[in-house]
């Protein structure tokens, strides 16, 4: 469990106390559903991390988009509904060698315009996978109802694979960016769970078959 979850729990089910102090207990009943509600979606379940040559999967969610990069790499975007846990975590192990925060609008995180015009936090890793160097990128994007995205880490910090590294409150999207010596392993219209499912593999010329 997050702790915001709890916070936010607290304070509704205040609120409905109070409301039923002052009135009568039915009039309280939607602030202790939405108790119920952020206990449910601030949940944290500990993931199985796969070993390998592979990139993992940095969010729960419905890939909505695998497009091709110029650089000849691959953009995995994931759509995270409000359903979905939205712990976010490091694709690959390694250092934290950026972060980068921008101001943007807030759309329907699934459309493809929310890829470059939301509010998006950029994090560059750059790591190994399988005993090779290799950099993946991965933006935490915010949606429609996301209005504040939380990451835990800061330039130079390790992670591994899996690691958490911070989260989007509610509906948002995070793309993946990865290069050419990836092979992509998802396609569009597949759920992936966040740091237990390959979302690429380094290609068999980059040394992994």
Sequence with gaps: MVSYGIYYAIALIAAGTLVTYLTSWPFAVPFYILAAFCLYFFRDPERSIPAGAVAVSPADGKVVAVKPLESGGSRISIF??????HVNRAPISGKVSSIDYHKGRFLV??????????????VTIDGEAGGRSTRVVFKQIAGLIARRIVCYKKP??????????????FGSR???????????AVQAGEHVAGGSSIVARLSPECGDA
């Design 109 to 122: 995180a699934s459309r493809e315009a929310a890829s470059h015009s939301n509010e998006q936090n950029t």
């Design 80 to 85: 995270l509904n409000v359903f979905d846990v």
């Design 174 to 184: 995070v793309d993946v960016f990865l290069g050419p010596e990836w092979s992509v």
């Design 156 to 169: 130079g910090d390790v992670v591994s694979a899996g690691e958490r590294v911070g989260l989007i409150k």
